[in-house]
C-alpha cells in the first residue's frame, strides 16, 4: 500500500514537471513581473526537467 502511494506522488511530481516545461512561457508571464522573461523562461524549463526526473526516479525505484 505505501509503494502505491509513493508511486502516486511520484506520479504526480513528475507531471507537475512536464506541466513546468511546455506552460512555462504562460507561467512566468503570470508569476512574475520583471523585463527578461526569456531567462526567467529557460530557468522555468530546467526546474520543471529537475523536477520531472525526480518524480521519474521515484516512480523507477519503487518498481
Given at each position: 500500500?505505501?509503494?502505491?502511494?509513493?508511486?502516486?506522488?511520484?506520479v504526480l511530481i513528475t507531471l507537475l514537471g512536464v506541466?513546468?516545461?511546455?506552460?512555462?512561457?504562460?507561467?512566468?508571464?503570470?508569476?512574475?513581473?520583471?523585463?527578461?522573461?526569456?531567462?526567467?523562461?529557460?530557468?522555468?524549463?530546467?526546474?520543471?526537467?529537475?523536477?520531472?526526473?525526480?518524480?521519474?526516479?521515484?516512480?523507477?525505484?519503487?518498481?
Amino acid at each position: 500500500m505505501l509503494k502505491l502511494i509513493f508511486v502516486i506522488i511520484g506520479v504526480l511530481i513528475t507531471l507537475l514537471g512536464v506541466i513546468m516545461i511546455y506552460d512555462a512561457r504562460k507561467l512566468t508571464q503570470k508569476l512574475f513581473g520583471f523585463g527578461d522573461q526569456n531567462e526567467a523562461t529557460a530557468g522555468m524549463k530546467i526546474l520543471g526537467f529537475v523536477i520531472a526526473i525526480v518524480g521519474a526516479l521515484m516512480i523507477f525505484f519503487q518498481m
